[in-house]
């Protein structure tokens, strides 16, 4: 098993690299798009995480919903017939395998492949306690609780990603695309409030609640409590701090310091500091399609005809 996640952390790995540099995937359709140069180097990122993030959580709603399990609905039999050694479910331990190396795997692209944010460095602790709390639930047979975190954390990250990839899609090819704003914004604000339902609303419900409360009550002294606790209520804590960046988002947009979609946690980036043909592709006419969209067709700026 243990060869099996470095292997596939490998395989992640190395799947990414190639959707950037193969001439079918990622990277060569942004440049295709005539997206701006700065959104052209995050798009393969968000991409790659919405493919992820959107088969993982389909198959973490199907363990959930479409199989025997009970534990969305009821969290106390999450420990229904808790045993020392007991054996993993196949179909539980093949989610498992998957989320797990490709947690191991964000830790290296967080700093090696991704786009340094302001919140790298709580990102990659993140995933060091996610791959904790994976790696030691399986091992100790906790393994029904963490389908349920996943599926929690899980949909979220889709809304994010997607949001992401509309927003470096509304300037492309000199051209401001009303179409992908719309959708960037109702990404934005289904993500705000599914962030505070799934992950501040209802994991302390069902999560916290079955794992510090319930199991004690199920397994009396059941081994680890405070171990897994610990890290449950760290996970806790930085999904708390991350909506901190939600609510600064809101009020940028309401005090009217923000009047688009952006992600908060980027560094600023001055132009200056852009090698030429950066800014010369930066300096593409602006045109936007909502004042004048009598003279686009299809996101093609035509003249205007007097």
Not at 74 to 100: C, E, H, N
Not at 230 to 259: D, E, H, P, R, S
Request: glycine fraction near 4%; proline fraction near 4%.
């Amino acid at each position: 098993e243990i060869v099996l996640f470095f292997f596939f952390c490998f395989v992640f790995s190395t799947s990414r690299s190639q959707c950037r540099n193969t001439k079918t995937s990622f990277d060569p359709f942004g440049q295709w798009c005539h997206l701006q140069p700065r959104d052209a180097a995050k798009m393969p990122e968000s991409s790659w995480k919405l493919l992820f993030y959107s088969l993982s959580w389909s198959y973490s709603s199907y363990l959930l919903f479409c199989t025997r399990y009970t534990f969305f609905q009821d969290p106390p039999s999450a420990f229904y017939d808790w045993k020392r050694g007991m054996s993993v479910p196949t179909d539980i331990a093949v989610a498992y395998l998957i989320q797990g190396s490709f947690y191991g795997h964000s830790i290296y692209a967080t700093v090696y492949m991704d786009t340094w944010r302001k919140d790298s460095v709580v990102m990659v602790v993140h995933h060091l306690i996610t791959l904790a709390l994976i790696a030691f639930s399986y091992a100790f047979r906790y393994h029904n609780i963490g389908v349920l975190v996943l599926f929690l954390h899980d949909i979220n990250d889709i809304q994010l990603e997607f949001t992401k990839v509309n927003v470096y899609f509304k300037n492309r090819g000199g051209v401001y695309h009303i179409f992908n704003d719309i959708v960037s914004t109702m990404g934005c604000v289904t993500f705000s409030i599914s962030w505070y339902w799934f992950r501040l609303y209802w994991f302390p419900l069902k999560v916290l609640y079955a794992t510090c409360i319930s199991s004690l009550h199920t397994v009396p002294n059941i081994p680890f409590y405070f171990f897994f606790n610990a890290l449950l209520l760290a996970l806790t804590l930085m999904n708390i701090y991350w909506f901190l960046y939600i609510l600064l988002f809101v009020a940028k947009v309401l005090t009217g310091q923000m009047t688009e979609v952006n992600d908060v946690r980027d560094y600023d980036v001055e132009d200056s500091k852009k090698p030429a043909l950066l800014q010369r592709r930066d300096s593409l006419p602006y045109c936007n399609s909502w004042k004048q969209r009598k003279h686009l067709k299809n996101g093609i700026v035509k003249d205007k005809h007097t």
